[in-house]
């Protein structure tokens, strides 16, 4: 029988497995795969998938490595990482969003627009109103929306089973309490109904 240590040690690295393949550029690479393949050009132009990836995927991915180079090292490591994503994620989530002003299909408009709204949303509640809105919340249920709004209720199944494991192991770890998560997906929620009422 496996002692409390041994499955301790083995629920805290699959915690932090589930953390790490549903971090938000990942999430959104998953998503534009299977809107693409699945939609074609319905659903996007290759240039418009491009200017996806380079926003929503490359930017953000990005500010991983950037960190390593030019983070402070004496600081906390988590902490950093995650604020220099988020500028990473604004930058990227902007630039998307100036392009949906005058290219883009209704389709990926609407993703470019909800993206933009959520991280403005979550910067004004995070430090603005000083409510710890979870990011990773926001952006591990954003595929199961869009999912629903433009996939098979498989490929949502999916995305939720992803959405269910990343919650649990954020409350898990102990990065974010409930309070965090629901206020992180209200934020996405909201975002995309003020994308479809914007678009």
Request: aromatic letters at 16%.
């Amino acid at each position: 029988m496996m002692e409390y240590s041994d499955k301790k040690r083995y629920m805290d690295r699959l915690a932090q497995v589930v953390r790490i393949i549903t971090v938000p550029p990942f999430m959104v690479a998953i998503l534009l795969c299977f809107l693409y393949f699945q939609r074609g050009d319905s659903f996007a132009a290759s240039n418009d998938i491009g200017m996806a990836f380079a926003g929503l995927v490359v930017l953000p991915l990005l500010s991983y490595p950037a960190w390593s180079v030019f983070g402070n090292k004496n600081s906390d490591k988590r902490k950093g990482q995650r604020q220099l994503a988020f500028i990473f994620s604004i930058i990227g989530y902007v630039c998307c969003f100036i392009y949906s002003l005058r290219f883009g299909t209704a389709a990926i408009r609407e993703i470019f627009y909800t993206y933009f709204f959520t991280v403005i949303l979550l910067a004004l509640l995070n430090k603005v109103f000083h409510v710890r809105a979870s990011g990773h919340a926001a952006s591990s249920i954003s595929p199961v929306v869009f999912s629903t709004a433009y996939l098979t209720p498989t490929v949502t199944f999916l995305f939720g089973v992803l959405f269910a494991a990343s919650v649990w192991a954020s409350i898990y770890l102990k990065r974010h309490k409930w309070q965090d998560i629901l206020a992180g997906i209200c934020s996405m929620i909201a975002s995309f109904i003020l994308a479809k009422l914007t678009v």
